[in-house]
């Protein structure tokens, strides 16, 4: 069992930047790939960036390459998205995911656990 806490959402301006965090319980979290979801109201849940269990690989949707940035420390089993330049259409329930060893979450069908949610807000 894994459990998946964020933390790190709130209201932003336009341009503006924001850090989620993502604390993991569970000793298994150093072998496990990581990822971001988004879900805006009215909107299916969409895929937002994952990274490998070393950190050696990243992945990211178009729509945020260049602005966000994942990364992950395993000695504090936290997973983080740095996010930058943020837009409106950035506004959204933000879910951390953990996929497994060899799979990183980068659709839902691959999601093992999902957190919660925190919620960002981009204001115009």
């Known amino acids: 069992q894994v459990q998946l806490v964020e933390s790190g959402g709130g209201l932003v301006q336009a341009g503006g930047s924001l850090t989620l965090s993502c604390a993991a319980s569970?000793?298994?979290?150093?072998?496990?790939?990581m990822g971001w979801f988004r879900q805006a109201p009215g909107k299916e849940r969409e895929f937002v960036s994952a990274?490998?269990?070393?950190?050696?690989?990243?992945y990211y949707a178009e729509s945020v390459k260049g602005r966000f940035t994942i990364s992950r420390n395993n000695a504090r089993n936290t997973v983080y998205l740095q996010m930058n330049n943020l837009k409106p259409e950035d506004t959204a329930v933000y879910y951390c995911?953990?996929?497994?060893?060899?799979?990183?979450?980068?659709?839902?069908?691959?999601?093992?656990?999902w957190g919660q949610g925190t919620q960002v807000t981009v204001s115009s």
């Open positions: 569970g000793r298994t979290f150093s072998r496990t790939a």
């Open positions: 995911a953990a996929g497994s060893t060899i799979v990183a979450p980068t659709t839902t069908a691959k999601v093992s656990y």
């Open positions: 990274i490998t269990w070393s950190g050696g690989i990243t």
